[in-house]
């Protein structure tokens, strides 16, 4: 069993920036790959980001490339997401997820964390 603990979320003037965290425990924890989705008031969950496990490859929604920046330690379990010139739209929970195969699509994510709120006030 997976468990993902994010953090780092908070209240951001537009323009700032914000560096989230998530957190894996469990037995063995080796995914296909590790990805960020937000979820906006009202609105449905959306892909944000997504990296390989092993490898380089990272993948970014168009709303965020140039600006948020995937990562990971292997090493720690860990998973960040660098977020920069946040704007007020970038409001939302932010979840990290674990599993990505075959598509980086919400349902081939097999786990989950409780999200943390990021608020980006204009």
């Known amino acids: 069993q997976v468990q993902l603990v994010e953090s780092g979320g908070g209240l951001v003037q537009a323009g700032g920036s914000l560096r989230l965290s998530c957190a894996a425990s469990?037995?063995?924890?080796?995914?296909?790959?590790m990805g960020w989705f937000s979820q906006a008031p009202g609105k449905e969950r959306e892909f944000v980001a997504a990296i390989r496990w092993i490898g380089c490859s990272t993948n970014y929604a168009d709303s965020v490339k140039g600006r948020f920046t995937i990562s990971r330690d292997n090493a720690k379990n860990t998973l960040y997401l660098q977020m920069n010139k946040l704007k007020p739209e970038d409001t939302a929970v932010y979840y990290c997820a674990a599993g990505g195969f075959p598509t980086y699509t919400e349902s081939d994510f097999h786990s989950w964390g409780q999200g943390t709120q990021v608020t980006v006030s204009s």
């Open positions: 469990g037995r063995t924890f080796s995914p296909y790959a």
